[in-house]
């Protein structure tokens, strides 16, 4: 399966302390993906990072690829109570399905 | 205009009605998408839809039966479905090409529920 698999599977923090989630897949990749989701409502795109790209920033997001490993990490900085949601991996290979990993559940305490 | 936007928010149907669900954007996207999401599962692709055209379809049972009358619209026509089929059924939209390429605008979905 091309499936990715994110760790941990729930992860709840305080306000202002940095959230990080990781993804490991099987095969090799074109392109990971992450999102976003907030309860029951649709997904919000945060990065794309290529299978030649190492490392990814945007705002507080920051997202790594070891494509050696087969592994991507997310981390959120500074976290805050709006970024309690449930955050996806996808990833596919050229002709194989786009596929999303099973989430983490990120709960931020104020 | 950066919005998906899907139609109904909430439907309730028996296993012998026929209903569809709507999506429809703006942002000029030639690659749409169906998605189904089971209860604290991640998003499973059904359909896409690249200018227009059915260009993937991941085993769909039958009963599901998508639509692109254009290039802003996509419909997805439900009939003799399963209580299993009880999910939320997500729409995106994204610059054409294989979805991992691609940014993917998400709707809101519809809750469907199957009785």
């Known amino acids: 399966s091309q499936q990715g698999e994110e760790d941990p599977q729930a992860l709840s923090i305080q306000e202002g302390e940095n959230a990080t989630m990781n993804c490991s897949y099987k095969t090799s990749i074109n392109n990971l993906q992450w999102y976003r989701q907030n309860s029951g409502r649709g997904l919000v795109h945060l990065i794309l990072i290529r299978s030649n790209e190492r490392e990814k920033h945007s705002g507080r997001l920051r997202v790594t690829l070891d494509t050696s490993k087969k592994s991507s990490s997310l981390l959120i900085t500074a976290s805050r109570a709006a970024d309690t949601a449930s955050y996806f991996c996808a990833t596919a290979r050229y002709g194989q399905n786009f596929v999303f990993g099973p989430g983490t559940r990120l709960s931020v305490l104020p | 205009d950066t919005e998906v936007t899907q139609t109904p928010k909430h439907l309730v149907m028996g296993m012998t009605n026929k209903k569809s669900l709507k999506c429809e954007q703006h942002?000029?996207?030639?690659?749409m998408y169906w998605y189904k999401q089971k209860a604290k599962k991640p998003p499973e692709l059904m359909f896409v839809y690249s200018y227009e055209k059915l260009s993937i379809n991941e085993s769909v049972p039958s009963r599901f039966s998508p639509e692109c009358p254009n290039s802003s619209l996509l419909n997805l026509h439900l009939h003799a479905l399963q209580p299993e089929d009880s999910a939320l059924y997500l729409c995106?939209?994204?610059?054409?090409?294989?979805?991992?390429?691609?940014?993917?605008?998400f709707g809101p979905g519809t809750r469907l529920t199957v009785l």
């Open positions: 942002m000029g996207h030639r690659a």
């Open positions: 995106a939209s994204s610059q054409p090409g294989l979805p991992q390429y691609n940014e993917q605008f």
